[in-house]
């Protein structure tokens, strides 16, 4: 398929710089670029490789001149760079219908315009909505509920009373609604406490591969609208993740922890239960957070975690300690002080 820099430059809003009937045929990054190719150039380094590659034309950021290339001129190269690549690479479509394998409960209200793939099972009462995809291998728990344009990939579980809003993307080995972790001691053995919860997962949501989202003890584990989740992500029973968060690779959080809108957590970061993390927060990789966190503010950084200036203060001090104790040992010797 080929498209004119004409054409893409309307969709993204911009500009040519160039021959606007030049004929585009893919994308790819600068030094792979073929003739042919459009690329992107987000800073004056990207865009002197992509002068010296063989891509027909560059998608860049603001008012930029080249010598050898077509120019596609937008208020932010990487913001277009994601909304041009499905022109050249569009997802797969689903055709309606229910494979023969799948196994469907009487009850099930699925549309004629969802997708059910092979070795599917979808439990008693469940309601599928338009152009809803289930990939090969998807369970749906009983009474579960699933928006329009939502999107299951592979062996994805979903237990009892999932509801998932419109245009949610769940990735393969992802288990929804498990039991919460929870359990009270009882003569010496630890007996379970039942979770008889739900998860609502809202409007636009994407979650990783292989994440586990325990349902609610009471009530529900809900993750706010717009939200990113990124892969191994183990998020508790009760929890509240606000709209438009991202939650970063191996990122535990812990029962009853509440985030507020845009919080970023990044990778390997642990928050213990029961806290509150403001609006606007963001903790820096393998933090721990055992307290609330106020409302935006410098990223909160190490374990415990303070804010970063706070941290890395810290750090340097703890660096300096053996060359302190050093000189403390001789200031101990000329005073004839025993340390020890």
Known sequence: MAITAAEIAKQLGGTVVGDANTKLTGFAPAEHAKPGDLTFAEN??????????????VIVSGDVKSSSKVLICVPNARIAFAKVLPLFFPEKKYAPGIHATAVIAHSAEV?????IGPHCVVGERVRIG???????????????QLGEETNLFPNVTLYPRTVTGKRVRIHAGTVIGSDGFG???????????PQIGQVII???VEIGSNVTIDRGALGATRIGKGSKIDNLVQIAHNVVIGEHCLIIAQVGIAGSTKLGNYV??????????????????TIAAQSGVMRDLPDGGAPWLGSPAYPDKQTKRQWLAIARLPELMRRVKVIEKKLGVDGE
């Open 183 to 193: 359990y009270v001691v009882d003569a010496g053995v630890h007996r379970k406490v």
């Open 130 to 144: 338009a152009h809803v995809v289930l990939q090969g291998g998807c369970n749906v728990g009983d009474d579960s």
């Open 264 to 281: 970023v957590v990044a990778g390997q970061v642990g928050l213990a239960g029961h806290i509150k993390i403001g609006n606007g927060v």
């Open 44 to 57: 004056p380094e990207y865009l002197t490789q992509a002068e010296q590659g063989a891509a027909s034309a």
């Open 111 to 115: 549309s004629a315009q969802a997708h």
């Open 202 to 204: 809202e409007d636009d």
